[in-house]
C-alpha cells in the first residue's frame, strides 16, 4: 500500500468526545468512531469514567462486522491522546478485551518520584540500623556519662526524624506506583 492510500485510510475516521454525566467527583463520558468515507456511520464506542485524575475504561464496542480491523485500537489510541500523561485503567476485561489488550503497544514510564523515594528508603533503613547498632553498644557500657548520655539524646533524636521521614515515604510508597504503562500512539 502507497503512503498516500493509507494517509487516506488514516483521515477517513472521525471522533467525538463527549460527557454524558457528572455525580460524586465523576465524570462519565463516551467515545464515538465514524467512518467518513461512509456517510459518518458509528463504528464503535468506548464508555469511560475520570475520577481523582484516574481514567477509567468501562466498556468498548465496536460493530461486529468491524471488529478486528483496528477499530478499537484506533479508539485507545486517540483517547490516550487526550490524556497522554495518564495510564487507562482498563478494569475487567472478556477473551475479546483481554485480547485487545495484549496487541496494544505499550511503553513504560517509570515513575522517577517512586524510585528516588525507595532509594532513599533503603538509605534511612541501613542509616536506622547503624543508629540502634550504636545506640545498644553506648548502653553496653559499664559506665554511663554525660557526654554517653547527650550522646544518646542525639542518637534518638536522629532515629525518631529518620522514623517520620520513613513513615512519609511508606505512605507515599503505597498510595502510587512505580510507573505506568501509556498506550504508544
Not at 81 to 97: A, D, R, V
Not at 124 to 130: A, G, R
Not at 152 to 181: T, W
Amino acid at each position: 500500500m502507497n503512503w498516500f492510500k493509507k494517509a487516506q485510510l488514516e483521515t477517513q475516521y472521525i471522533f467525538e468526545n463527549d460527557v454524558i454525566d457528572f455525580h460524586h467527583g465523576q465524570t462519565d463520558a463516551i467515545l464515538k468512531i465514524f467512518d467518513t468515507a461512509n456517510t459518518r456511520k458509528a463504528l464503535g464506542t468506548i464508555s469511560y469514567s475520570i475520577f481523582n485524575d484516574e481514567i477509567f475504561v468501562n466498556l468498548i464496542n465496536v460493530q461486529e462486522k468491524y471488529r478486528g480491523m483496528g477499530i478499537a485500537t484506533r479508539m485507545l489510541k486517540y483517547l490516550q491522546s487526550e490524556f497522554p500523561e495518564t495510564e487507562l485503567n482498563m478494569g475487567t476485561m472478556t477473551e475479546q478485551g483481554l485480547g485487545l489488550y495484549k496487541s496494544i503497544p505499550f511503553e513504560y514510564v517509570e515513575n522517577k518520584e517512586y524510585t528516588e523515594k525507595t532509594n532513599r528508603l533503603k538509605n534511612i533503613d541501613s542509616k536506622i540500623k547503624s543508629l540502634e547498632d550504636a545506640f545498644d553498644n553506648l548502653y553496653r557500657k559499664d559506665r554511663f556519662s554525660d557526654l554517653d548520655r547527650e550522646r544518646a539524646d542525639e542518637m534518638n533524636a536522629a532515629m525518631n526524624h529518620l522514623h517520620d521521614e520513613k513513615f512519609e515515604i511508606e505512605e507515599y510508597l503505597r498510595s502510587n506506583s512505580p510507573g505506568k504503562k501509556i498506550i504508544k500512539i
